[in-house]
């Protein structure tokens, strides 16, 4: 490995690390990421948990075990948006200049901060999976399964993360970030977050065909359930692996265009 | 080693030969709706020097500094900082500069040694070369017992000091601050322009942007007055300021009756402004000099029979440079262009 890849290297564990321990520092970071997820679990699971007795609903141990795929994938969107709320911030209040005005390559200031996102996705998924265990779910496809989840969730988290910086950057707005926020709800319910495919209305059924999301949510769902019938495993690693490499280039694309304009 | 410069005034500059530490030529910036924030500006700064960059709001100073840091190109002409050409050669410009932005863009969450560790490793220091840097810089700056805190429990003057820190992480050859103490109090403001000379006096060039007479006056070698996005005057605050005039000496007179006969006196001396019918008893005398002229001003009006109340020596300011290259006074005015950086 070269040296300056090395170098590079170290840049991108900086930014990450500064990333990830900032988003512990302040309650208003914390609450979408830890909190919101949990608090749409605890009202699924406890007011829609009836869906179990609908005919086509898959057999599973539980209905938080069905669910929580959806909180782990809620949780990585929103950590994902943090990201972009994160570095619009940079942008708007100047602490991007300073990165800008070092001696970086452009792409490590963006993978730095996915990679602090790469963190904060796994600390969630894992926290996920541990209080719904508490809760009562069980997870049949043992820990490999659990461990796999947590890398799809980062992942995924990349992902959203790519394009809400690329969106930050090529607005260098937070208010925007900040509004986009609902949206990340419509990506959650056009893929079968809560409820499986088959009970989605022919609509949003077609949708979900084409929102990547669906396919590492029921990837999730399989894992977890150890029954691959509920979700491909594969697929699932795909979609997240694509949407992660497609939305950091797109970030990295959004930088230089920026740069360029500058 | 000092030289003189070519407009006369005195650089200091390294033994060996080296590259100016900054080389602009025919330099434009225009942003949306063909705005100039700078036009056509030429400009040297000699390695070892401080350069006092003075005009006011809207100037043109922040997108001078900003194209000389890499964070923006410029539309023409070009910029060389250390010898290397700002967008062709923009990372061994990087390498070779210190930079404290005129907002000190620090995140509030996070502590100074924090901060200075992760500057650090953007300038290629490794885990334990940044934090013993860290170290050095937090005792530099004053911020030792501060150093844990979070940078959001900073006063200003505090984030400032941290600001510098930060940029001289990797020990930068040429030191951009863009109005180091705006809105700090004045002892604040003293403890930095310490920090600055001592910089200064260990080799590094600070190229300085302000809109504060006084910080040019105390700080640079040079001054150059930027405004509407041109160089309008350049040279040593002491060589900005003979060239508009001598020193004028304030006599009061103990009698206004006297007036008349301490112009006669003194008229021999130098230039009379003219009398002040308001003020009967001042007479304003423009001297070479300025205070070396006082001997001679009192022995003149005492052979004349006239008793001196009081004698000042007022000598022209940088802001009488500036309102007579520019037409207009520093303090309160301000240009719309270099707010569109």
């Given at each position: 490995m070269s040296l300056d890849l090395l170098r590079e290297g170290r840049v991108v564990g900086a930014l990450g690390r500064r990333?990830?321990?900032?988003?512990?520092?302040?309650?208003?970071?914390?609450?979408?990421?830890?909190?919101l997820p949990l608090m749409l679990l605890a009202v699924i699971s406890s007011g829609t948990s009836a869906a179990r007795d609908l005919p086509q609903f898959p057999d599973v141990t539980s209905y938080i075990t069905f669910i929580v795929p959806g909180t782990i994938i809620q949780?990585?969107?929103?950590?994902?948006?943090?990201?972009?709320?994160?570095?619009?911030?940079?942008?708007?209040?100047?602490?991007?200049?300073?990165?800008?005005?070092?001696?970086?390559?452009?792409?490590s200031i963006i993978l730095g901060r996915l990679f602090g996102t790469v963190g904060l996705a796994m600390l969630q998924a894992s926290f996920f999976l541990l209080v719904a265990l508490a809760f009562g779910a069980r997870y049949?496809?043992?820990?490999?399964?659990?461990?796999?989840?947590?890398?799809?969730?980062?992942?995924?988290?990349?992902?959203?993360?790519?394009?809400?910086?690329?969106?930050?950057?090529?607005?260098?707005?937070?208010?925007?970030?900040?509004?986009?926020?609902?949206?990340v709800f419509v990506l959650l319910f056009t893929a079968p977050a809560f409820f499986p495919r088959e009970l989605l209305t022919p609509v949003l059924r077609d949708v979900a065909a084409y929102n990547p999301l669906t396919y590492v949510v029921e990837a999730v769902r399989g894992l977890l359930a150890g029954d691959a019938g509920l979700g491909d495993p594969w697929i699932g690693l795909a979609s997240a692996v694509g949407l992660a490499v497609t939305m950091t280039a797109l970030a990295t694309f959004a930088l230089k265009a920026r740069l360029r304009a500058a | 080693m000092r030289l003189l410069s070519s407009t006369g005034s005195l650089w200091r500059v390294s033994s060996r030969a080296s590259p100016l530490a900054v080389?602009?030529?025919?330099?434009?910036?225009?942003?949306?709706?063909?705005?100039?924030?700078?036009?056509?500006?030429?400009?040297?700064?000699?390695?070892?020097?401080?350069?006092?960059?003075?005009?006011?709001?809207?100037?043109?100073?922040?997108?001078?500094?900003?194209?000389l840091t890499t964070l923006l190109r410029p539309t023409s002409g070009t910029a060389r900082v250390a010898g290397h050409d700002v967008v062709h050669d923009a990372d061994a410009v990087r390498r070779s500069i210190g930079v404290a932005?005129?907002?000190?863009?620090?995140?509030?969450?996070?502590?100074?040694?924090?901060?200075?560790?992760?500057?650090?490793?953007?300038?290629?220091?490794?885990?334990?070369?940044?934090?013993?840097?860290?170290?050095?810089?937090?005792?530099?700056?004053?911020?030792?017992?501060?150093?844990?805190?979070?940078?959001?429990?900073?006063?200003?003057?505090?984030?400032?000091?941290?600001?510098?820190?930060?940029?001289?992480?990797?020990?930068?050859?040429?030191?951009?601050?863009?109005?180091?103490?705006?809105?700090?109090?004045?002892?604040?403001?003293?403890?930095?322009?310490?920090?600055?000379r001592a910089l200064n006096a260990e080799g590094t060039t600070v190229f300085l942007t302000t809109q504060y007479l006084e910080e040019a006056e105390q700080l640079a070698d040079r001054v150059g007055i930027i405004a509407r996005g041109r160089l309008v005057a350049e040279g040593t605050p002491?060589?900005?300021?003979?060239?508009?005039?001598?020193?004028?000496?304030?006599?009061?007179?103990?009698?206004?009756?006297?007036?008349?006969?301490?112009?006669?006196?003194?008229?021999?001396l130098g230039t009379l402004e003219e009398a002040d019918e308001g003020e009967p008893a001042r007479v304003a005398l423009q001297a070479a000099g300025g205070s070396a002229a006082i001997a001679p001003v009192i022995l003149a009006l005492d052979e004349a029979g006239v008793a001196v109340g009081t004698i000042e020596v007022e000598s022209p300011s940088l802001?009488?440079?500036?309102?007579?290259?520019?037409?207009?006074?520093?303090?309160?005015?301000?240009?719309?262009?270099d707010e569109a950086a």
């Open positions: 990333g990830l321990s900032v988003q512990f520092r302040k309650a208003q970071l914390l609450m979408p990421t830890f909190v949780g990585a969107l929103l950590a994902g948006l943090t990201t972009g709320t994160a570095l619009a911030s940079d942008i708007e209040f100047g602490f991007f200049d300073r990165l800008l005005s070092a001696p970086v390559h452009r792409t049949p496809g043992g820990v490999d399964a659990a461990l796999i989840t947590v890398v799809l969730a980062a992942f995924t988290a990349v992902g959203i993360g790519g394009i809400a910086s690329a969106i930050a950057i090529r607005t260098g707005s937070l208010s925007l970030m900040q509004s986009i926020f609902p949206f | 080389e602009i030529r025919s330099l434009v910036r225009e942003f949306k709706g063909s705005i100039r924030a700078i036009d056509g500006l030429d400009l040297d700064v000699a390695p070892g020097e401080i350069y006092g960059f003075l005009g006011p709001n809207g100037a043109g100073k922040t997108t001078t500094v900003r194209v932005l005129q907002e000190a863009a620090i995140d509030p969450l996070m502590t100074g040694r924090e901060l200075l560790r992760m500057q650090g490793a953007l300038h290629g220091l490794r885990g334990a070369e940044a934090k013993q840097r860290a170290v050095a810089l937090l005792d530099r700056v004053g911020l030792t017992e501060a150093g844990d805190r979070r940078v959001g429990g900073y006063s200003g003057g505090m984030r400032r000091r941290l600001d510098l820190a930060l940029a001289l992480v990797h020990r930068p050859d040429v030191l951009f601050l863009d109005e180091p103490t705006t809105g700090l109090d004045i002892t604040s403001r003293s403890a930095l322009w310490r920090e600055v002491a060589a900005l300021k003979a060239k508009i005039g001598e020193p004028t000496l304030h006599v009061e007179l103990a009698d206004a009756a006297d007036a008349g006969r301490a112009r006669a006196a003194l008229a021999p802001d009488d440079v500036f309102l007579a290259v520019t037409g207009s006074k520093l303090e309160g005015a301000a240009y719309e262009a």
